[in-house]
């Protein structure tokens, strides 16, 4: 695993659950406004954060934290992100992966695995936008919508609202694509 940063205690980041956040280096897309660019282009990683470190850090914060948070980057990237996972599992975590839907056959292996306990998925603009983020097939998209809808696992949509991007007509078309699940928007930089 390629770990850029670890955030120790976070109220707001799994939803009924007081959670460390572990965010991972790397991703295929280029949002124009991403937050996280030192997470997305090389070029800007840190020195990565050792695997065994962070697991030892949840180790001692057992009784304190209920769940861990995977994000990026984008985590369903690295290698071994099944094994760290397991390894974060077997510390009696619940875990959330946060994701942009890039990686359906690395979804579906770890919810096969039960291995995910709440996604959370950037819809990022309607598939017709798609290419303003992503250079690959928007297939991957649909089939990772599909995937979470039908997983049975507590899951969310988000959605980062840039007026400069989206239109009003393109949100109402991101929550047809999510419906009937929960859709959230965020405006950009609020
Ligand atoms: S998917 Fe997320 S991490 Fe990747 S470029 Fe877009 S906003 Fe940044």
Redesign the pocket.
Known sequence: MQIGGLQKLSLIDYPGKTAAVIFTQG?????P?????Q??YPELFEKSLDEDEVLSFLKKRQSLLQGAVI????PMIQRNLKDFIKRVKNLNYAVKL?T?G?EPEVLKSLIAEKLIDFIAM?I?APFAKYNL??KGSVKNIADSISIIKSSNIPHLFRT?YDKNILTQTDLEDIKNLTAPSKHITQECGK
């Open positions: 991703c295929g897309m280029f949002c406004y991403c937050h996280n660019p997470l997305v994000t990026g980057g984008e946060d942009n890039a950037d990022k983020f992503y980062t």
